[in-house]
């Protein structure tokens, strides 16, 4: 493979790496625009005359703020628990130390289709994949077919 070869399939790469953090936006298709997912700023994107430097930029400097945490680190959340008490209904909750799992989330998607009834292309739709990057950005939704083959297992699973 030629050095130029390798050149290009490197910055396409960092271009892909980029896109991950980035929405474009629907505005005028002469001044194209794009949004952080983190925090909400514009960009220009146009090919030609701003390339993606400028969101290149800002991706160094947010990589240096403290939201920027290792992968295994858990995360503590409060599951919330009603108890029926003395005094009444009583909010108690307990800490739980989770970390991220790629198959508990895809497993997490296949119920969620199979409870709501969803088509599977569900999942390619720009609003899921919107929410699924907003809830948990390291979380690269699968297609319908892999979905499709999840909710197989799955009834496969409850159906022994």
């Avoid at 910055?11 to 949004?35: C, G, M, Q, Y």
């Avoid at 701003?50 to 930029?57: F, K, L, P």
């Avoid at 292309?121 to 990057?133: H, I, P």
Wanted: aromatic content about 10%.
């Amino acid at each position: 493979m030629s050095e130029e070869c390798k050149e290009r399939k490197t910055l396409i790469s960092l271009l892909v790496e980029i896109w991950n953090h980035f929405t474009k936006l629907d505005v005028d298709p002469k001044t194209p625009r794009a949004e952080c997912n983190y925090y909400g700023k514009h960009y220009a994107c146009h090919t030609i005359v701003n390339g993606t430097s400028n969101m290149c930029s800002h991706l160094k400097a947010w990589k240096k703020f403290s939201f920027i945490v290792d992968r295994k680190q858990k995360v503590l959340v409060l599951e919330p628990k009603i108890e029926k008490g003395e005094l009444g209904d009583q909010n108690v909750g307990t800490l739980k130390a989770i970390s991220y799992n790629y198959d508990e989330c895809r497993q997490a998607l296949a119920n969620m289709v199979i409870i709501n009834e969803l088509p599977f292309n569900f999942v390619e739709g720009q609003g899921s994949k919107l929410f699924a990057r907003t809830m948990q950005p390291r979380f690269d939704i699968p297609s319908h077919f892999t979905i499709m083959r999840d909710c197989l297992k799955l009834y496969v699973e409850e159906k022994d």
